[in-house]
């Protein structure tokens, strides 16, 4: 990739964090949570995509970002009120530019009509605003001129401040009570800071309450300050001296915009080019001048360290972005190390040198270490999933409109880390289990108001850590499944038999089962042949598990359990029929040896085992995966008693556990295929490939070989939970490499 | 509306608005609530923030109750410490309610 695009790949990086920061604001002001601080982050972030865009040339979105900055810097200067009806619009207009910017990425073109109509939105609300100010146009220039830093070089630290020596400022002023308290006034720091040079002030009035709430000694307002000067930061700061502790100071320097060095410029641009310029003087120079400046920088920080000064600064030092390819493929080599370090301990353990030995402790050092640092790559790739569930607002939005439903959404929990892939995999199930929500679930607004409901409907998307796992739920507050609907439906369609007898779980469950559709017609939303089933494998594919809970006329809640890494994971090592298999530890509640007598036959080859006056249904993993025939005695076997999702327990029933370990988990579709029953692999110490259990596929391999003596109702891929075992153990078979020497 | 066919109450703002004039003039001001108000800054010479919170907060509050509130006849001082604050005399009238 040459320069060029690889600079323009990181501006492309940095609108997508933009728009988050610009729907996150927009949200907050709609919802009423703003911070003072939130018009001005929200122009900022339209403002910095529109300066990026135009040093690429970018015409299209400069002049949509245009249109829409002109309006915010209207809500922004306290010109117009951003009313629901304003917010909304503005929040379109955030998913027009985020589409534009995708389609400018992409190279593709974009749909006109919808950008004009929506410039002419824009266009319309700050016409309105600047009629009711009676003050600038509409079109012409915001204001403010907020520094867009597309990319990570500093024109100011190039060719330093301008010839006539100005510095520009970005002051941030707010008093505390104990300002006023003490006898301080406001206007004598704006006074003073004017005597410095051409000042701009804003007043912050977003922390202002009702007058009824108004405190009389309170503190509620704050001043944001433009100073173009040629005094130096020291002069401000000495202003504040006596109030420092008695008020909040941000103080900034804004890189310098304009008497920029032309010839300075065009070394930098040929420099990104790859072409030797024409140099009117060498850069060396300039850059012991950055040299110097970032030595100064430190010093200062140094010298006072409770001085936010150069937050801006120090910040950028704080992150590096890297490609994700880098990271993917550190990852792998940390597994393989994992892996090799495995090797080691089991060649270690085999040629029985004591566990006291210099050599064994110090492999133990070198596990803990291994362990540390795939803990740590591994964080690396975790990510909020704070974007995942902004964009389904956008979700929200659009689905409420198109079936002219009033829907809110929910979220909690967003801050809840989960792997990159886990969460780019999530958007496509989550989009359609929200459509669904809003176009079968959430009633129409009179309907809602005949069942005594609040005329909006109301979705709750949440997400949390538990047990190892991340829990993702999707409620509403809708009618809930239609059961009798859902049962006429499968049997129209010949998924279940007129006279099968299902519980209102398994009615629910239907749902999940491929074609199936009761939508009447097919919407523009859902109901295009793609259904829950979509879901269901896109989450099993994440090695999660998705369950549901509906109740009439209250709604549903979808539960979706994943896995937080899809790179290790914790497993007990069990031994069945001669097989090496892995139990995810997760799963795993405890294990114990079985006495005869807490075994009882329940017909058929279904077994149940008393567990301190609990029964629970033994599954014999052998058995179910196809590796022999006759079930095993339970007397030469161990008992792993598991938690399924829902809370369901179950026994299964191993040879013999061999210990516990983590493993790298290597895809069984991307090597060979995808097997029922069986999650993922992994190559053990000695070289061996181990298939890890997927333990619910397992238990309904097993529900399903029970059942299918008695009814052929709700198993509906007899074929393959039949064939499934038989490949599993072909895959071990076909993979297994030599023994390592 | 009723309130509206009544002729706007009157009310003057203290020459130096100070941290001591704070807690009347918010006294005043809830006083007249619910009514049309005109604020006669003739007088003021000096205005402090806390002042200057109470006046922009009964902006704020009459324009959410729907009554209507305005500055008149504002002083060359009192012009001054709004444009020294960074706002405008339009900051501190009602405006259109938000929907």
């Known amino acids: 990739m040459d320069t060029m695009a690889a600079i323009k790949q990181t501006f492309f990086q940095e609108c997508e964090e933009q728009l988050v920061e610009l729907e996150s604001g927009l949200l907050a002001l709609e919802d009423g949570t703003s911070e003072p601080d939130t018009i001005n982050a929200v122009f900022r972030a339209v403002h910095s995509i529109k300066g990026g865009a135009g040093a690429f040339g970018l015409e299209q979105l400069v002049r949509f970002a245009h249109a829409f900055e002109t309006a915010l810097d209207l809500v922004r200067g306290g010109k117009l009120t951003a009313t629901r009806a304003i917010l909304k619009t503005m929040l379109s207009a955030a998913d027009v530019l985020a589409d534009l910017v995708r389609i400018t990425r992409e190279d593709g073109v974009a749909d006109d009509a919808e950008i004009t109509r929506m410039v002419q939105q824009l266009e319309a609300i700050s016409h309105g605003g600047a009629a009711a100010a009676g003050s600038q146009p509409a079109d012409a220039e915001p204001a403010d001129d907020l520094d867009f830093v597309p990319i990570q070089i500093s024109l100011a630290d190039l060719i330093g401040a301008g010839p006539s020596g100005t510095r520009s400022f970005k002051i941030r002023f707010e008093p505390k009570t104990g300002f006023y308290a003490r006898a301080n006034e406001p206007l004598v720091m704006l006074r003073e800071i004017s005597r410095l040079g051409a000042m701009r002030v804003t007043c912050d009035q977003t922390r202002l309450p009702s007058l009824t709430e108004l405190d009389p000694e309170g503190a509620y307002l704050a001043w944001e300050i433009h100073l173009d000067t040629e005094s130096d930061e020291s002069a401000l700061r000495d202003i504040f001296e006596f109030v420092e502790f008695d008020c909040d100071i941000s103080i900034e320097e804004k890189q310098v915009e304009a008497d920029f060095d032309t010839d300075a410029f065009a070394q930098l641009m040929s420099l990104a080019s790859g072409q030797t310029p024409p140099m009117a003087q060498p850069l060396e120079p300039r850059t012991e001048q950055i040299a110097a400046e970032i030595a100064s920088r430190n010093e200062s920080e140094t010298a006072n360290r409770k001085s936010d000064a150069n937050k801006g600064f120090n910040q950028a030092g704080a992150t590096i972005r890297v490609d994700l390819e880098r990271v993917e493929r550190l990852i792998d080599l940390v597994g393989e190390l994992v892996i090799n370090q495995a090797m080691l301990s089991q060649r270690v353990a085999e040629a029985r040198i004591a566990r006291s030995s210099a050599l064994a402790m110090g492999l133990d050092e070198l596990e803990q270490l291994s362990r540390e640092i795939q803990d740590s790559v591994m964080a690396i790739r975790a990510q909020p999933v704070k974007p995942i569930f902004q964009r389904m607002s956008r979700v929200v939005r659009e689905a409420a409109d198109m079936t002219g439903k009033s829907v809110t959404l929910h979220c909690d929990g967003d801050s809840t880390e989960v792997d990159k892939t886990v969460i780019e995999r999530l958007t496509d199930p989550l989009t359609h289990m929200i459509r669904n929500a809003i176009d079968h679930g959430i009633e129409k607004p009179e309907v809602r108001l005949a069942a005594g409901k609040p005329e909006s409907g109301h979705i709750r998307l949440a997400a949390m850590h538990r047990s190892g796992r991340v829990v993702i739920e999707v409620s509403d507050d809708g009618g809930g499944i239609n059961r009798e609907r859902v049962r006429s439906a499968a049997i129209a369609k010949g998924l279940i038999e007129p006279e099968a007898q299902l519980s209102d779980e398994e009615i629910d469950n239907l749902i999940f089962l491929p074609g199936f559709s009761t939508a009447a017609t097919v919407t523009d939303m859902s109901g295009r042949g793609v259904g829950m089933d979509v879901v269901k494998r896109s989450i099993q594919a994440l090695g999660g598990r998705i369950s549901i809970a509906s109740t009439p006329g209250r709604g549903s809640t979808f539960v979706m359990s994943l896995p937080l890494t899809l790179a290790v994971l914790d497993g007990m090592i069990v031994s069945v029929a001669d097989e090496t298999l892995i139990v995810p530890l997760t799963a795993i509640v405890e294990t114990l040896k079985p006495s005869t007598g807490d075994i009882y036959h329940m017909g058929g080859d279904s077994r149940v085992i008393r567990i301190r006056d609990t029964f629970v249904p033994l599954i014999d993993i052998g058995h179910v995966l196809g590796y022999r025939n006759k079930l095993a005695d339970p007397q030469n076997c161990v008992v792993v008693l598991i938690d399924l999702e829902g809370h369901a327990r179950r026994a299964l029933l191993v040879d013999t556990i061999q210990g516990q370990r983590q493993v790298v988990i290597k895809s069984l579709e991307a090597n060979y295929r995808r097997v029922d029953g069986i999650a993922a692999a992994t190559i053990l110490g000695d070289g061996r490939v181990a298939l890890i259990l997927d333990v619910d596929a397992v238990v309904e391999n097993a529900n399903g070989k029970a059942a299918s003596s008695a009814s052929e109702s709700l198993d509906l891929d007899h074929d393959t939970h039949a064939r499934a075992p038989q490949r599993a153990h072909d895959f071990a078979t076909e993979l297994e490499p030599e023994p390592v020497e | ?99």
């Open chain 2, 1 to 99: 509306m009723s309130t509206k066919m009544r002729k706007p109450e009157v009310l003057k703002l203290a020459e130096n608005l100070d941290i001591t004039e704070a807690t009347p003039l918010i006294g005043e001001l809830l006083k007249h609530r619910g009514a049309d108000i005109k604020i006669d800054a003739s007088s003021v010479k000096k205005m402090g923030g806390q002042c200057l919170q109470a006046l922009l907060c009964a902006s704020a509050t009459w324009t959410l109750d729907g009554t209507h509130i305005e500055i008149i006849t504002p002083s060359d001082d009192f012009l001054q410490c709004v444009e020294a604050y960074g706002l405008h005399l339009s900051h501190f009238s009602s405006q259109e309610p938000a929907l």
